[in-house]
C-alpha cells in the first residue's frame, strides 16, 4: 500500500508510544516485519530550539525505514517549519511521514498546553495547521495525483 509517495509493504504499523517507542524498539518491530514505524511524540518546540534531549529523539536508522514523526505542538508555524526541515533535507535521513498528535491527554502535555485539541480554539488552531502543512507540502500532495 501507498501513503503518499511512501510505499508500505503491508497494514501492520508499530503505533507511536512516549518513552517506547525509541530507536532500538523500532528496529526490533522493523526486523520483525512491521509495515510502518513510528517515533515517539517529538516536541516541534523542543525541536525548535534544539533541545538537546530531543535531538537524541530524531535518531533514526535506515533500516528501520519507512518511519513516521510523531509531533506535538500548537503553534502551526513552528509544527509546519520542523515537519518540513525534517522530510526534506535530502543530505540528511528524512522521515518519511509526519503525523501531528492531537489528543495527548498526558499531563505535562495539556498542562501546557501543547496539545492542538485541547487548546481553547481549537477548531481554529486545526485549521490553521492543515492549511500550513496543505501550503508547505502542496507539490508532494500534488505529485501523486
Ligand atoms: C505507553 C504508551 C504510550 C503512548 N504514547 C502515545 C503517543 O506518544 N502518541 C500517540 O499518539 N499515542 C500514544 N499511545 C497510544 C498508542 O499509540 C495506541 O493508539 C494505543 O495504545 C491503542 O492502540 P492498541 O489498541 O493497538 O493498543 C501510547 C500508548 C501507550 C500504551
Known amino acids: 500500500m501507498k501513503i503518499g ?3 508500505i509493504k503491508n497494514r501492520v504499523f ?7 517507542t525509541d530507536m532500538p524498539f ?4 522493523a526486523e520483525q516485519g512491521a509495515g510502518l514505524v513510528y517515533s515517539e511524540m517529538i516536541s516541534a518546540k523542543g525541536i525548535h530550539y534544539n533541545n538537546e534531549n530531543t535531538k537524541a529523539l530524531l535518531q533514526i536508522d535506515p533500516a528501520e525505514r519507512p ?7 500548537s503553534e502551526p ?10 522530510t526534506a533535507d535530502p543530505s540528511k ?9 492531537m489528543g495527548c491527554p498526558a499531563p505535562k502535555i495539556v498542562k501546557n498546553g ?3 485539541y485541547e487548546t481553547v480554539d481549537n477548531d481554529i488552531l486545526l485549521e490553521e495547521v492543515f492549511e500550513t502543512f ?8 500534488e505529485q501523486e495525483d
Open 5 to 7: 509517495t511512501v510505499e
Open 14 to 20: 508499530l503505533a507511536p508510544m512516549a518513552g517506547i
Open 26 to 29: 523500532r528496529l526490533l518491530c
Open 67 to 73: 518511519c513516521g514523526l510523531q509531533l506535538f505542538g
Open 77 to 86: 508555524a513552528v509544527l509546519g517549519a520542523i515537519a518540513q526541515r525534517l
Open 93 to 101: 535521513i528524512n522521515f518519511d511521514l509526519i503525523d501531528i498528535n
Open 114 to 116: 501543547e496539545d492542538v
Open 134 to 141: 496543505l501550503e508547505l507540502f502542496e507539490e508532494s500532495i
